[in-house]
């Protein structure tokens, strides 16, 4: 598996790719949920970060899960373990950011289109939330 793209409202396409070999379980699980759309806001606490309490729903396991994220990686919440603050969450950070409580990293934005990343969480920031389409890269 290669990753996936989101189309924005204004239609500019921004590129992600999996990591396959340090999340493989979660980047399986996501891309069997593709293709979806997906209403984001912006993170108040977290830093640089659009995020949904509405994510596809893995029933997974933790793994390359922490509240540490750089700039470019895309985090979910799995359902298990239970305790987790994060469980049906989805974050990408566009910027410095950390997380409210562990999630699983499994991708990251393009290095050529991290511009177009931050145009789009700058955009959610001012103007308020966006409709996303997410589709297999």
């Known amino acids: 598996m290669k ?12 590129r992600f790719s999996y990591y396959n070999e340090d999340a493989p379980v979660t980047t399986a699980a996501f891309d069997a949920q593709l293709p979806f759309t997906q209403t984001f806001l912006h993170a108040r606490v977290s830093g640089h970060e659009i995020w949904t309490d509405a ?3 893995l029933d997974i396991i933790q793994e390359n899960a922490s509240v540490f994220a750089e700039p470019g990686e895309v985090v979910i919440g799995p359902l298990k373990p239970l305790r987790a603050k994060t469980s049906n969450c989805m974050g990408i950070y566009y910027g410095e950011g950390r997380g409210l409580d562990s999630c699983n990293i499994f991708a990251k934005v393009f290095d050529e289109d991290m511009p177009l990343l931050k145009t789009l969480g700058e955009s959610i920031w001012k103007h308020g939330m966006q409709e996303l389409l997410f589709e297999r890269l």
Not at 3 to 14: K, L, P, S, W, Y
């Open 55 to 57: 994510s596809p729903r």
């Open 3 to 14: 990753g996936f793209i989101i189309e924005t409202a204004d239609h500019n396409v921004i």
